[in-house]
């Protein structure tokens, strides 16, 4: 018996099974439409609406990020948040409307604002026009709710305190999701893992090398695979009755050097964390806001991200929430972890295990 099991959750696999697919797909309104298409969610959602027989309206800014199996299969506008008529296109008689599309790292506050408020203002505003009673489905993010100052994590119902521009933004997104005149449902999922994840990715690759730099002191994170996050979007799509702010994420906050002694294990690699000063986690966030603003747009590490990365806990209270939408289980990290390192030594993204066990 899993630990899921044993605390009264299912262990779901890291692909979403025809059934789960058959039993939200009939119930979402048509037309779908998706923002950030191209994105980790947002590609794995419209993946898997795909096998379900849904022709889904992406809204991609470059065609040739976009899979090629989805190329066909669906209707892509070409545009951005910030195009108007791009966002009528895509949303005019829409059933239902899902908001990946976000700035996950910018030099400046003001191009987080742009993008994660402003444009989410933008597409309420498009949708009060050509699709006032669509389901509106925002995923936001935990930085919008703040780090907790317990393990347990934040409940969606406390008041948020983001600590970065990024944060900020995100919650001032949601407060634009909640001006959209039908239904509408905030998700804030926590930092995601899974297939085709860039992000994450970075830690993966440290893992593999066997060091991991962590700032000092005892930290709490909650993590989501890919997978489970979709099956949210669906769940939240499907039940216009399922409102307000609701967390994702694993019910059990994990801690991090547990997390990094699991992550290795699931690659059959050795690693262990070394503590790193704040002060050099700092730096590090300068050197990257001067590199962002060079024009260098995968940096890793900026004083924004320098803020989030030394907060103690980035753990959210689940459990009510994912019985909110119905989810009776979720990917444990020992099987999401093991499925996402063969599918980056698949690819060539991460090197191939030479030492067993940890």
């Known amino acids: 018996m899993t630990e899921g099991e044993r605390s009264g959750w299912q262990s779901l696999p890291p692909e979403i099974g025809r059934d789960e697919i058959a039993a939200w797909a009939p119930r979402i309104a048509r037309p779908v439409a998706i923002t950030g298409a191209t994105g980790l969610v947002g590609s794995h959602l419209a993946s898997?609406?795909?096998?379900?027989?849904?022709r889904a309206r992406l809204l991609v800014r470059d065609p040739a990020r976009l899979l090629p199996s989805l190329r066909e299969s669906s209707?892509?506008?070409?545009?951005?948040?910030?195009?108007?008529?791009?966002?009528?296109?895509?949303?005019?008689?829409?059933?239902?409307?899902v908001h990946l599309a976000g700035r996950l790292r910018a030099g400046r506050a003001g191009d987080f604002d742009r993008t994660n408020r402003l444009g989410t203002e933008a597409l309420v505003a498009a949708l009060r026009e050509r699709a006032p009673q669509a389901r509106l489905v925002h995923v936001s993010s935990l930085a919008a709710a703040g780090p907790s100052t317990e393990p347990a994590g934040k409940r969606p119902e406390d008041p948020p305190a983001p600590i970065s521009a990024y944060g900020?933004?995100?919650?001032?997104?949601?407060?634009?999701?909640?001006?959209?005149?039908?239904?509408?449902?905030?998700?804030?999922?926590?930092?995601?893992?899974?297939?085709?994840?860039i992000d994450v990715l970075q830690f993966f690759r440290l893992v593999a090398k066997g060091l991991v730099p962590l700032p000092a002191g005892e930290r709490w994170v909650s993590i989501a695979h890919v997978a489970d996050v979709v099956r949210a979007i669906l769940a939240a799509a499907a039940d216009e009755s399922i409102a307000g702010v609701l967390h994702l994420g694993e019910p059990e906050p994990c801690e991090m050097r547990r997390l990094i002694s699991a992550l290795a294990a699931a690659g059959g690699v050795r690693a262990r964390a070394i503590s790193v000063p704040p002060v050099l986690v700092f730096a590090a966030g300068r050197v990257g806001d001067v590199l962002q603003r060079l024009g260098f747009r995968s940096v890793a590490?900026?004083?924004?991200?320098?803020?989030?990365?030394?907060?103690?806990?980035?753990?959210?209270?689940?459990?009510?929430?994912?019985?909110s939408l119905g989810l009776g289980g979720f990917v444990p990290f020992a099987d999401g972890a093991r499925a996402t390192w063969a599918w980056y030594r698949q690819h060539r993204w991460l090197p191939h295990a030479k030492i067993r066990g940890v």
Not at 48 to 54: C, T, Y
Not at 79 to 95: F, M, P, Q, T
């Open 48 to 54: 898997v609406l795909m096998s379900a027989g849904v």
């Open 168 to 197: 900020r933004s995100k919650l001032a997104g949601e407060n634009a999701a909640r001006a959209h005149s039908g239904s509408w449902v905030i998700l804030r999922p926590p930092a995601i893992y899974g297939p085709r994840d």
């Open 301 to 323: 590490v900026t004083s924004d991200k320098a803020r989030e990365l030394l907060a103690r806990h980035w753990s959210a209270r689940t459990a009510e929430s994912l019985r």
């Open 75 to 97: 209707d892509v506008v070409i545009g951005d948040l910030e195009d108007a008529s791009c966002l009528g296109r895509l949303v005019d008689g829409c059933g239902a409307v």
